[in-house]
Every structure is written in structure tokens, then in C-alpha cells.
């Protein structure tokens, strides 16, 4: 059976397009859209030739598009399609394809929003929340904080964590169409987090951490930080590693505050909180004896280096957010002969490696703990996945022996040859333990 594209599924495509910044080809999909009856597609694609948006500036075009958009938006508002009433009205404010009429512009607003009030009452939360945020504005429809917020509580009722309860407890914070009361805010946004949106643990422990609306608790927001944190808000985290950092509510730990810093700016969101200051304890140097355990300069040697008459090298690519001990075991022998430091976001060289079968095993994690030799914090024990062999041979031609050379990067890259195989760590204990001593 064929697929058929609705003209709301390629208007969509289009906009996916616009986000990858490919506005040529979304116009393609717009122009389909347009002829399959999407007014959207056709005002939208007005306005790129109107303003030359990946498409050659045409005036001509673009009121042939406006003058089709007004027409479908009008088929559209007769039956009741909420949205066309606002797009069509927007055109009679600013006259494309159609006279400018304010008077007809602000029946249309009423129109939309009188049926987007139906829809709501019917149990659209979304309509609820988005309707409310118009309000809040002003936008499209006169400024009114004490109608968003009770928008704002019909969408929080039905379930709509960030748009309808985390605006309602802004509300509640500010006191924007309702009696101000930071314990109300508090109870809307951990709402909210409970509903799924853990941005409203961060937003009620702000209100503690700041002081400014309710009585400062820095243990309490650290409590709703670490929370948030957990359910993988990033500003959470950098909030969080703030307090460690400082020792407000929670004991002064730098290793965790890194270690919050870290999960902030590693983040999927890539709103990379906390990368600033994972940087800056990152820079600190021996020089600050309380910030001085967190690292071994780059590249040190952690163990007696052994059979050095080879000729053979392996570079090690660090490009975690994690500091790395590495392990160059020989196979045969079950001997570790190498083992060396690798910081975050460095690389190292291990040289004169002698012919031999070898695993790369490596550790890594936060705050670097001499006495203990391990991570103090998220500690990690992996195995490169391919074994490395060394083999030395004289060239014929120049009567040089030739050294093999290999690099081996700990995080996982594009079109890379192999896997880092994750171990437990009584695993990675037995196969360090050869007898050798430092």
C-alpha cells in the first residue's frame, strides 16, 4: 500500500528542514504543502520569498501565497480550526492578502480564543497552558495575568507539568494574577517534577538556595538539586556542584562539585551548564593544596617502567570528562609494564614498548586518591576491546628496524575499529594483580 503525505505531515518535514537550516529544500516541501491545501505552508513560504529566506526575493510571489494562505485560513476558521482564526487574523493586522483591517483582526483573535476556551473546558491541557501563556504576554489577546493563571491551573490539573504547573508556580513566586506565596510556587514546581519535568526541582530549590522569596534552606535545596540532577536536568547539576563547591548545605567537597560540573556539561540538552567551572578545577594546580588531589600531572608514570629495549608506541586519547589511569599488559606473560596517567581532554605517549601481545586496561573517574590508588568518585574499569600486537622487523631497502605505532582514544569515536568492554571491578582487580610492585 503507498504512504500518503498529508499536508500537515510535509508542512512538518518542512519545519524540520528550517531547524537544519536547509530552507531551499523546505520550501520544496512548503510549495507540495501549499498546493495540497496547508495554508501554513502557503504564508510560510510567502514570507521566505517575501524576505529572500532561502529562496530569491520575489514580491510577486509572495502576495500570490498571501492572497492563497488568507483563502485556506478562511475555509479553515469557518469550521471551527482554532489556529487558522489567529493566522488569518495576523494577516488582516498586517495586510498580506487580504486589506488591512484591524476591526476584522480582533474579531478573529476573539474567535480563537473563544474557541481554544471551548477546547480547554474540554479537557485539552495543552490549549489550556498555551492559551494561558497568550494571556500572560499578551499576545493576540489583551494582557491578563488573573485569566493565564487560571489557565495555567486547568493544564497543571490535567497533567501538563511544565507548560501549565511550573508557569502556575512562577505565578504563584511572583505574584502575577494571584495572592504571591513562595510555599505555593514551591508545591506547583515539585509538582511539576513529579509530573516528569525535573526543571521544577531545580526551580523550587532555587527559591531556597536564593533567599529572596522564602527563608533560605541551602540543605533543602540541595535535596531538590540533587533530585533534579538525578532525572537528568543539567542546571540541577551545575546548582548542585555550586553547593559542593562552596559547602553551602552540604560538607565542602570538591570532588563531587566536579563531579556535578561534569554530569552538567556532558548534559544531552547541550546547554552545557557547568562546563565553566569543571574548567576551572580542572586549571588548578598544586600550587591550591586543597584542590591539588583532584589530578596527576599528565602523562605521569605510576609504576617502575619495564622492558624498555622495544621500539614500539602507543598514543592514549582521552576525550572524557573523566581522568584515566591506563594499564599496557603483556598477555603472555600476565605482567603489567606500564602504567600511566592520562588527564581529561589529554593525550600521552608510552614509548620503547617491546614485541608482545597486549591489553589496554584503564580506569577513570573524579578526585585521583594516592593512598588508596583509586577514584574517589565514579570510578570506572574498562578493557580496549582489541589487543595490541608488536612485532619489529629490519626494512630490506634501509636496514632500519620499523616500529609499530598505536592509538587507542578511551571514549568511543566515529568509524572507530573498537569496543571499550566495561568490567567489574573485581574483574579489573585480578588481572592488575601480577606480583610487580611500584
Known amino acids: 500500500m503507498a504512504l500518503r503525505f498529508t499536508p500537515a505531515t510535509i508542512s512538518k518535514r518542512a519545519n ?13 516541501f512548503r510549495k507540495l504543502a501549499c498546493i495540497r491545501g496547508s495554508g501554513e505552508s502557503c504564508d510560510a513560504l510567502a514570507e521566505m520569498y517575501e524576505n529572500g529566506k532561502g529562496i530569491e526575493r520575489d514580491q510577486a510571489s509572495a502576495r500570490e501565497l498571501y492572497l492563497r494562505a488568507a483563502a485556506l485560513y478562511t475555509r479553515d476558521c469557518a469550521h471551527g480550526s482554532a489556529n487558522t482564526c489567529r493566522a488569518l487574523a495576523s494577516l488582516f493586522k498586517d495586510g498580506k492578502g487580504v486589506e488591512k483591517d484591524a476591526s476584522r483582526a480582533g474579531e478573529l483573535y476573539a474567535q480563537w480564543a473563544e474557541l481554544d476556551s471551548t477546547a480547554c473546558d474540554a479537557g485539552n491541557g495543552k490549549v489550556c497552558a498555551d492559551l494561558g501563556t497568550s494571556y500572560s504576554v499578551g499576545s493576540d489577546v489583551p ?72 527563608t533560605q534552606d541551602y540543605a533543602r535545596a540541595a535535596a531538590l538539586y540533587s533530585r533534579a540532577c538525578d532525572a537528568g536536568d543539567d542546571l540541577g547539576c551545575d546548582n548542585l556542584g555550586d553547593l559542593y563547591r562552596d559547602g553551602n548545605g552540604v560538607p565542602h567537597d570538591a570532588v563531587k562539585a566536579k563531579y556535578y560540573y561534569s554530569k552538567s556539561c556532558s548534559s544531552s540538552t547541550n ?25 596527576l600531572p599528565n602523562g605521569t608514570e605510576m ?43 589529554n593525550t600521552f605517549t608510552e614509548r620503547q614498548i617491546e614485541p608482545g601481545l597486549y591489553g589496554v586496561f584503564f580506569t577513570t573517574g573524579i578526585g585521583w586518591n594516592v593512598a588508596l590508588k583509586t577514584f574517589s568518585l565514579n570510578p570506572s574499569y574498562s578493557h580496549f576491546g582489541k589487543n595490541l600486537e608488536y612485532t619489529e622487523r629490519i626494512d630490506q631497502d634501509g636496514g632500519r628496524v620499523e616500529k609499530i605505532t598505536y592509538k587507542v582514544s578511551l571514549q568511543p569515536v566515529q568509524d572507530g575499529n573498537a569496543e571499550i568492554e566495561s568490567l567489574d571491578k573485581d574483574s579489573f582487580d585480578k588481572m592488575m594483580n601480577d606480583g610487580t610492585t611500584d
Open 303 to 345: 609504576r617502575k617502567r619495564r622492558h624498555l629495549n622495544g621500539r614500539g608506541q602507543l598514543t592514549v586519547e582521552n576525550g572524557s570528562l573523566d581522568d584515566a589511569v591506563v594499564h599496557l599488559v603483556n598477555l603472555n606473560t600476565g605482567e603489567t609494564i606500564r602504567t600511566f596517567y592520562v588527564k581529561t581532554d
Open 16 to 28: 524540520i528542514l528550517d531547524g537544519e537550516h536547509h530552507y531551499n529544500l523546505g520550501g520544496i
Open 143 to 214: 494582557q491578563n495575568y488573573v485569566k493565564a493563571a487560571e489557565l495555567y491551573t486547568k493544564a497543571c490539573n490535567l497533567g501538563q507539568a511544565y507548560s501549565g504547573c511550573l508557569n502556575l508556580g512562577t505565578a504563584y513566586k511572583f505574584g502575577w494574577g494571584v495572592s504571591q506565596s513562595a510555599e505555593k510556587a514551591v508545591e506547583l514546581y515539585i509538582k511539576g517534577c513529579n509530573l516528569g519535568e525535573p526543571f521544577g526541582c531545580t526551580e523550587a530549590g532555587e527559591i531556597f538556595d536564593l533567599g529572596e522569596y522564602a
Open 271 to 295: 546547554l552545557h551548564f557547568g562546563c565553566d567551572e569543571l574548567k576551572k578545577l580542572q586549571a588548578l594546580t598544586p600550587e591550591n593544596p586543597a584542590q591539588s588531589a583532584f589530578s
